[in-house]
């Protein structure tokens, strides 16, 4: 298991501690106390990389790792920022999923807010760590004619998931991809930069790449200060529509 792995369900589990300000976590230290549930996080340090079960007394984990693999997120530097217990309205964990019917049921568990790449971000997980999903939306980009026609949607959670939909002769298909296999490293720093320097804002505009005009919105969630110029903004919505081709096909 890599240290980003046992980084994030050492932090639900540990929420008191980890409402400190934030700090780079010797996870040797983390791992001590009372808390009757570190019993069963087991023994974390026992799970094996290739085949991610904790033997035959323990399930598998979720392979949180996943989303640090590549050399574009270095997992050294990724630090825990805070982390409570929450009841989640739902089994999808209070986010909204494009392929998933979210069954209504409470469902205890955790929030947990990390930093890397100059971002604050959220993982939301069940009690045991057995479901762990991201939950900060980085842009959620909309291509949609009212019809069956044209019903395509990207939305990157940070700190690299995208999840997109699209329609084709009626029938809707869903994708989920990390951006660090569709997107070059500098595309993706670029990705980064424009999220670290750029404030929300909300993008509205006729599609050009279509036989129809349909129309094109983007919601960019940036948790910079610059308001984007309208050069800017036709530079996110073609960002946005290039990882949408690339995660759709």
């Known amino acids: 298991m890599t240290k980003i792995t046992a980084l994030i369900l050492t932090a639900g589990l540990l929420f008191a501690a980890c409402s400190t300000p934030a700090e780079q976590v010797d996870l040797n230290q983390v791992i001590t106390g009372e808390n009757p549930a570190l019993e069963e996080l087991g023994n974390t340090y026992g ?18 790792s996943d989303q640090f693999q590549t050399i574009y997120i270095d997992p050294d530097q990724v630090k ?30 955790y929030a947990v807010i990390l930093e890397a790449q100059g971002l604050q971000f959220a993982y939301h997980s069940d009690e045991i760590g057995s479901q762990v999903e991201p939950a900060t939306p980085g842009l959620v980009w909309t291509r949609d004619d009212s019809g069956t026609t044209v019903c395509d949607r990207l939305v990157i959670f940070l700190p690299d998931t995208a999840r997109v939909c699209w329609c084709v002769n009626g029938e809707l298909h869903t994708a989920e991809v990390n951006l660090q296999q569709i997107l070059t490293e500098e595309e993706y720093r670029l990705l980064i930069d424009s999220l670290i ?8 505009r006729p599609s050009t790449d279509q036989p129809n005009p349909v129309m094109v919105s983007l919601a960019f969630h940036g948790q910079g200060q610059t308001f984007p110029s309208a050069e800017q903004q036709a530079s996110l919505v073609s960002m946005a529509e290039l990882i949408f081709g690339r995660a759709a096909h």
Not at 98 to 109: A, N
Not at 198 to 203: D, G, Q, R, V
Request: proline share 11%.
């Open 47 to 64: 799970v094996d990389d290739s085949t991610g079960t904790t033997g035959d007394d323990h399930p598998p984990y979720p392979s949180i």
């Open 197 to 204: 320097t750029f404030s929300e804002n909300t993008i509205n």
């Open 80 to 109: 825990i920022i805070s982390s409570e217990v929450v009841e989640w309205p739902d089994s999808c964990l209070g986010i909204e999923r494009m392929d998933v019917d979210c069954v209504p049921e409470k469902t205890p568990g």
